[in-house]
């Protein structure tokens, strides 16, 4: 069974705020990503972490930053959210060496107006 | 760099039907290779992984199949129902890389 949790599900915030998306995941899971998608397109990494302390930056540029503090806990901060920032943002975690499933989170869809 | 296409884009079938959906991939060596379904503005479920020294993987009406040396997946969908209808994702895994994802195929299944 996979769990890993990500709040909220949706966030309708002004231009400007502050923000944070939550993700933890009770797999025991080193590594963890976050993807942006918008409606209908590809998946994007823009952040990944390999373990506490670590975190990567992905593909896609994004003004976000991440942390990893615990094992379980990979959250993501706007500091200033703009229109932009619109879209779903995908949470996941698999083990590190590559071998094994990743699972995904329900997904936060972000609308900054 | 490792690119991963699927095909077709899109296809719709009516309900009872068998399906076969297309991965490709160019760097054969990979570690694994995983199915995810993606419903509507929702986050990807797992379906199916593959490992590198795996033929093939079977779970319930799905049958997905890996052939590395030509660089192909394929995800087998039998007797398809309308329960069926969302994206399909495949993502493959190279020795020390992230998950590289391919654009999808977005599947409707008429009742």
């Known amino acids: 069974e996979a769990d890993i949790y990500q709040t909220p599900r949706y966030l309708v915030i002004g231009t400007g705020k502050k923000i944070t998306l939550e993700c933890s995941q009770t797999?025991?899971?080193?590594?963890m990503y976050w993807y942006q998608q918008d409606p209908g397109m590809e998946l994007h990494l823009i952040h990944y972490s390999y373990g506490v302390n670590s975190t990567e930056k992905g593909d896609l540029s994004s003004e976000s930053t991440v942390s990893r503090i615990r094992t379980e806990h990979f959250p993501l901060t706007l500091e200033s959210a703009r229109p932009s920032h619109t879209s779903q943002y995908l949470c996941?975690?698999?083990?590190?060496?590559?071998?094994?499933?990743?699972?995904f989170g329900q997904g936060t869809r972000l609308t900054v107006v | 760099k490792q690119e991963v296409t699927q095909i077709p884009a899109a296809l719709s079938v009516p309900e009872g039907e068998n399906l076969v959906l297309n991965c490709s991939f160019t760097?054969?060596?990979?570690?694994?290779l995983q199915w995810f379904r993606q419903d509507p503005g929702k986050g990807l479920t797992s379906l199916l992984l593959i490992q590198s020294s795996q033929r093939e993987q079977t779970s319930g009406r799905l049958n997905a199949s890996l052939d590395k040396s030509s660089g192909r997946s394929t995800l087998y969908i039998a007797a398809s129902q309308p329960g069926d209808s969302a994206t399909y994702l495949c993502?493959?895994?190279?020795?020390?890389?992230?998950?590289?994802f391919g654009p999808g195929t977005r599947l409707s299944v008429l009742p």
């Open positions: 996941a975690s698999s083990h590190n060496t590559g071998l094994t499933e990743a699972f």
């Open positions: 797999m025991g899971h080193d590594k």
């Open positions: 993502a493959v895994t190279n020795y020390g890389q992230n998950f590289v």
């Open positions: 760097d054969s060596a990979i570690y694994n």
